[in-house]
């Protein structure tokens, strides 16, 4: 069965500093991987996917993330943080196995960011 | 307009009422899911459906069950409400045949509170 771990329920970084968000899955077969990213108060917004093209995929908002095959990894990254970005951040797997097309989420990591 | 939405945004209930939690969407997705949030658990699938005549459990549909009126409406029942049910609510849409991948596009949640 597929399976997401966060590593880190809670990340603090300076404004201006590097965003480094940490994702590993577990899948039987080729994955498709997400970010979502839910502001305050708000429903969750796609921020990337990767669909087994490139293995650099950019987003919104100037964050990327690179599919890491060997390492079973999908880390999300933005070089700068502005405060804007304060939010929780979800990584999420396409479930293959019985119930095709589902997603499987992690349990979130929430990013704060310090003036 | 949001393509999904979903009614009503927030609610507080008492323990042993029934209530129901209902989701629209005007994007023409056969796929629809209800999930919960909690804090530092993330989203669990509570049901899920792949068209009008199919309903599916989730990893947490005790206590819960669903109605899939149209392609466009998918509503979440809570027969018996118990405050352990307090949580917020995501419901989700996607279409992979369309798309060609599994990404699902969420409401705005609905905030329910059981005393």
């Known amino acids: 069965a597929q399976s997401v771990t966060q590593l880190g329920s809670h990340v603090s970084v300076s404004e201006g500093a590097l965003v480094l968000l940490r994702c590993n899955y577990s899948s039987s077969v080729p994955p498709y991987l997400f970010w979502y990213v839910q502001y305050p108060n708000q429903g969750l917004q796609l921020l990337l996917k990767y669909t087994s093209a490139a293995t650099l995929v950019k987003g919104i908002n100037g964050f990327e993330a690179e599919f890491k095959k060997s390492e079973t990894s999908f880390h999300l990254t933005k070089p700068s943080a502005h405060m804007s970005d304060a939010a929780e951040y979800f990584c999420a797997v396409g479930d293959y196995g019985g119930s095709q097309g589902n997603l499987i989420f992690g349990k979130g990591t929430k990013l704060s960011v310090k003036p | 307009d949001a393509d999904v939405t979903q009614t009503p945004r927030n609610r507080i209930t008492k323990t042993g009422k029934r209530i129901m939690l209902e989701c629209s969407q005007t994007?023409?997705?056969?796929?629809m899911y209800w999930y919960r949030q909690d804090p530092g658990l993330g989203l669990r699938l509570i049901y899920y459906s792949f068209d009008v005549k199919d309903i599916n459990k989730g990893e947490i549909s005790d206590g819960y069950s669903v109605s899939r009126q149209a392609q466009a409406k998918f509503s979440l029942s809570l027969e018996s409400a118990i405050p352990n049910q307090t949580a917020l609510y995501f419901c989700a849409t996607s279409d992979p045949n369309r798309r060609g991948d599994v990404e699902q596009f969420f409401g705005p949640g609905t905030r329910l509170t059981v005393l």
């Open positions: 994007k023409g997705h056969d796929r």
